[in-house]
């Protein structure tokens, strides 16, 4: 598309630094090249940003990358042609430094004959800026359970980057089209000894091909044209509940794990993902935004243990609080000490599980994936919490399908209120009141996919065997959205009115709603009732 010559003026007029995990490529540039999964951004710092596209083409060669301070590219400030090909999925990834911080920029790419949307990205604030950091956060979204209403929603909001807590895309999928699903994912396998899923990635081709559906569709494309997006994973980037440092991923053998499938899964999320990971597979990483937000990315996945109790709807059994590693020693170390040193107002921590607990009438908890099952890394990281004397610690958190807020305590949730959570619901998977519920006992509480519409009395029940949670919402879908200064650290969880069809309709805000000061380490009463 470019001649000769613009392209040399172009590059001329370039005041950036663009950093790529290998040398400036010398391959000639693709003619073909399509961009149906649309343009990425992530990691914001104030001087650099990630950006990414995968495309559709053959063989092996370039693609060319530009920057701009406007939108027409009048003013490019970074152009270098990528090399891509088949063993890097077409994915084209660069790290583009020397640019100034909290700007607006712009940014394409193009082929010899076609090129890509026009993304935008804002830079970070400056270490010493004491501005208001606006971010949202979400997990969870499986395509075939419902459209992405919440995905159209955030990428209207006025953000300066989102985080994603997890679940981008399901190897699985549950759901299909005329049943409890709204459209189909074909993608993968059946699985005879599986009969809950439709369908499951098993190869690297099927977890490529999982990005490029969950991408085709346009709101998803829109939230990452508009936003910067920090991600880490969860596990359904690889496959349900698995556990990364157990034997067998932790999963019967009847799931068919291997560690060919976790390592295909890997390097299908590093591919599509706009940031670089460190080492071999690292995601934990922090990223500063002015005085105001130090946000604090853990895996939670990768390096855990097999879950305790069998991971099932029970008491807890007795070796529930034997040693076993959750972030394991590496991670755990580098969390306690980015906590400790952070000179941040509000420590904010992208939570894959939750952290408090999650507790059924007659003793029973809800699963033991989350932290209540490693119950020594758990009380280990909030010890740190108190004894260091470390204020405003909020914990963001996907994976359960549920809007829950409340008071992070220590002693299995029975002890001292030492940091708060916002559970941001899901985009689509399935909600409780969605689904039928296991209480424990043999009990069901019975949901609804179509309608649901949990009884005030259920909700209120469950809390009051959870005293430590202030809020819920077990039916509809969404995520937060967090606007912190100096002084508050406001959230507002989002939810749209339904996913089983195409709609711009949301719920109030009203009883969603929170606004924390400085110092704060409980919201019960804010919205629910009081401790």
Same mark, same amino acid.
């Given at each position: 598309?470019?001649?000769?010559?613009?392209?040399?003026?172009?590059?001329?007029?370039?005041?950036?630094?663009?950093?790529?995990?290998?040398?400036?490529?010398?391959?000639?540039?693709?003619?073909?090249?399509?961009?149906?999964?649309?343009?990425?951004?992530?990691?914001?710092?104030?001087?650099?940003?990630?950006?990414?596209?995968?495309?559709?083409?053959?063989?092996?060669?370039?693609?060319?990358?530009?920057?701009?301070?406007?939108?027409?590219?009048?003013?490019?400030?970074?152009?270098?042609?990528?090399?891509?090909?088949?063993?890097?999925?077409?994915?084209?990834?660069?790290?583009?430094?020397?640019?100034?911080?909290?700007?607006?920029?712009?940014?394409?790419?193009?082929?010899?004959?076609?090129?890509?949307?026009?993304?935008?990205?804002?830079?970070?604030?400056?270490?010493?800026?004491?501005?208001?950091?606006?971010?949202?956060?979400?997990?969870?979204?499986?395509?075939?359970?419902?459209?992405?209403?919440?995905?159209?929603?955030?990428?209207?909001?006025?953000?300066?980057?989102?985080?994603?807590?997890?679940?981008?895309?399901?190897?699985?999928?549950?759901?299909?089209?005329?049943?409890?699903?709204?459209?189909?994912?074909?993608?993968?396998?059946?699985?005879?000894?599986?009969?809950?899923?439709?369908?499951?990635?098993?190869?690297?081709?099927?977890?490529?091909?999982?990005?490029?559906?969950?991408?085709?569709?346009?709101?998803?494309?829109?939230?990452?044209?508009?936003?910067?997006?920090?991600?880490?994973?969860?596990?359904?980037?690889?496959?349900?509940?698995?556990?990364?440092?157990?034997?067998?991923?932790?999963?019967?053998?009847?799931?068919?794990?291997?560690?060919?499938?976790?390592?295909?899964?890997?390097?299908?999320?590093?591919?599509?993902?706009?940031?670089?990971?460190?080492?071999?597979?690292?995601?934990?990483?922090?990223?500063?935004?002015?005085?105001?937000?130090?946000?604090?990315?853990?895996?939670?996945?990768?390096?855990?243990?097999?879950?305790?109790?069998?991971?099932?709807?029970?008491?807890?059994?007795?070796?529930?609080?034997?040693?076993?590693?959750?972030?394991?020693?590496?991670?755990?170390?580098?969390?306690?000490?980015?906590?400790?040193?952070?000179?941040?107002?509000? +420590?904010? !921590?992208?939570?894959?599980?939750?952290?408090? =607990? @999650?507790? /059924? %009438?007659?003793?029973?908890?809800?699963?033991?994936?989350?932290?209540?099952?490693?119950?020594?890394?758990?009380?280990?990281?909030?010890?740190?919490?108190?004894?260091?004397?470390?204020?405003?610690?909020?914990?963001?958190?996907?994976?359960?399908?549920?809007?829950?807020?409340?008071?992070?305590?220590?002693?299995?949730?029975?002890?001292?209120?030492?940091?708060?959570?916002?559970?941001?619901?899901?985009?689509?998977?399935?909600?409780?009141?969605?689904?039928?519920?296991?209480?424990?006992?043999?009990?069901?509480?019975?949901?609804?996919?179509?309608?649901?519409?949990?009884?005030?009395?259920?909700?209120?029940?469950?809390?009051?065997?959870?005293?430590?949670?202030?809020?819920?919402?077990?039916?509809?879908?969404?995520?937060?959205?967090?606007?912190?200064?100096?002084?508050?650290?406001?959230?507002?969880? +989002?939810? !749209?009115?339904?996913?089983?069809?195409?709609? =711009? @309709?949301? /719920? %109030?805000?009203?009883?969603?709603?929170?606004?924390?000061?400085?110092?704060?380490?409980?919201?019960?009463?804010?919205?629910?009732?009081?401790?």
């Amino acid at each position: 598309m470019l001649t000769r010559r613009a392209m040399l003026r172009r590059s001329a007029a370039a005041t950036a630094v663009l950093l790529l995990p290998e040398a400036t490529a010398r391959a000639a540039a693709l003619r073909d090249a399509k961009f149906r999964q649309g343009v990425l951004s992530g990691d914001p710092t104030p001087d650099g940003i990630t950006l990414l596209t995968v495309i559709d083409a053959e063989g092996s060669g370039s693609v060319r990358l530009e920057v701009a301070t406007d939108a027409a590219f009048r003013k490019v400030v970074a152009s270098r042609s990528i090399a891509t090909s088949a063993a890097k999925g077409h994915s084209v990834k660069a790290r583009v430094k020397g640019l100034k911080a909290h700007e607006r920029y712009y940014y394409r790419f193009e082929s010899k004959t076609s090129h890509s949307p026009v993304g935008r990205f804002q830079t970070a604030l400056p270490d010493d800026s004491n501005e208001t950091v606006r971010f949202g956060f979400f997990s969870c979204a499986d395509y075939t359970h419902g459209y992405y209403n919440a995905y159209e929603q955030l990428q209207r909001d006025d953000l300066d980057f989102v985080v994603c807590l997890g679940d981008y895309i399901y190897a699985e999928s549950y759901h299909a089209k005329g049943k409890t699903g709204v459209r189909d994912d074909k993608i993968g396998k059946a699985n005879r000894d599986n009969p809950s899923i439709v369908r499951e990635a098993v190869s690297l081709a099927d977890y490529r091909d999982k990005y490029a559906l969950y991408r085709s569709d346009k709101a998803l494309r829109d939230v990452h044209a508009k936003f910067p997006m920090i991600a880490t994973w969860d596990d359904h980037e690889v496959q349900d509940n698995y556990a990364g440092h157990a034997p067998g991923g932790g999963l019967d053998p009847a799931k068919h794990y291997t560690a060919a499938r976790k390592a295909a899964g890997y390097k299908a999320f590093f591919e599509a993902m706009p940031f670089f990971q460190t080492g071999k597979s690292r995601v934990y990483r922090a990223l500063r935004f002015g005085k105001n937000v130090d946000m604090i990315m853990l895996d939670q996945r990768q390096y855990r243990d097999d879950q305790p109790c069998g991971d099932a709807t029970v008491a807890p059994c007795a070796d529930l609080d034997a040693p076993r590693a959750f972030l394991g020693r590496p991670q755990m170390d580098w969390a306690k000490q980015r906590l400790a040193s952070s000179g941040a107002a509000w +420590k904010v !921590v992208g939570n894959e599980v939750m952290m408090m =607990n @999650a507790e /059924l %009438p007659g003793g029973a908890y809800y699963g033991f994936d989350s932290w209540q099952g490693y119950v020594t890394e758990r009380e280990e990281l909030l010890a740190h919490i108190k004894t260091a004397g470390i204020k405003d610690v909020v914990f963001v958190t996907g994976d359960i399908h549920t809007f829950i807020a409340g008071d992070v305590r220590t002693a299995k949730s029975r002890g001292e209120s030492v940091a708060l959570e916002f559970v941001g619901g899901s985009i689509t998977s399935q909600s409780f009141g969605e689904t039928d519920l296991p209480i424990g006992g043999g009990q069901v509480l019975k949901g609804n996919d179509a309608n649901p519409n949990t009884a005030p009395a259920i909700i209120d029940a469950l809390r009051a065997v959870n005293p430590w949670v202030d809020q819920a919402d077990f039916d509809h879908h969404g995520y937060g959205v967090v606007e912190a200064t100096d002084k508050t650290f406001d959230v507002t969880l +989002k939810r !749209v009115q339904t996913i089983k069809k195409q709609s =711009n @309709a949301t /719920l %109030p805000a009203t009883g969603f709603r929170y606004t924390v000061a400085r110092g704060q380490t409980s919201i019960k009463g804010v919205n629910g009732p009081p401790a």
